[in-house]
């Protein structure tokens, strides 16, 4: 069995390697920053533009709405004898809403003389989008103080997961082996 040759031992600079990591982690983490904020400033703007426009009408009425807080408060309190019943009547509350709304259109197009059947689409087509969040634990949220919760955490959690790499300060002709972890967001991903 025949040995190949190997290749002479590369020699690294490690004081030249620990100078240049800490100007490419200075960089990052400023280039991050920047993103950081300029992300945070939009989302920022997003939501006065969001709350500077018009109020809509109530879609439901105040007694669904008072059922729909009632049934939060259980699932929180983790009643769910209590939470099914809720929740039964909640969407009994929403089909009666929904009944004289649709029955409302309806009217309002008759007496525009407008055509019944448009309305009647438009009224299908224009429903309200609900709007939620599943949070890291596999809950789903509505409410949009806890998205934001949740979307503030995510965005710290990625944004604070660089990977730091120690400075050393060697004497001639000596070397260290550099350790650090990565953190599972910085993983390369097994796609």
């Not at 300029?38 to 879609?59: F, I, N």
């Not at 059922?67 to 939060?72: S, T």
């Not at 009994?92 to 009647?120: P, Y």
């Amino acid at each position: 069995m025949k040995f190949r040759k190997r290749s002479p031992k590369t020699s690294i600079n490690w004081v030249h390697f620990a100078s240049l990591a800490s100007e490419w982690e200075d960089s990052v983490i400023d280039n991050i920053d920047e993103e950081y904020n300029r992300l945070v400033d939009h989302l920022h703007d997003s939501a006065t533009k969001a709350e500077s426009l018009q109020v809509a009408k109530r879609r439901l009425f105040s007694k669904t709405l008072e059922l729909i807080r009632q049934r939060g408060i259980a699932r929180a309190t983790g009643n769910y004898q209590q939470t099914s019943q809720l929740t039964k009547l909640c969407r009994k509350a929403i089909k009666e809403h929904l009944k004289e709304r649709r029955a409302a259109v309806m009217d309002e197009a008759a007496e525009a003389g407008k055509s019944i059947r448009k309305a009647r689409r438009s009224f299908a087509n224009y429903k309200t989008k609900m709007t939620s969040l599943r949070r890291p634990d596999g809950t789903v949220t509505a409410s949009r103080r806890a998205m934001e919760k949740v979307i503030y955490d995510f965005y710290s959690d990625l944004f604070d997961s660089h990977v730091y790499l120690p400075t050393h300060h060697l004497r001639q002709d000596e070397y260290i082996a550099l350790r650090f972890s990565l953190s599972k967001y910085d993983m390369p991903s097994d796609r």
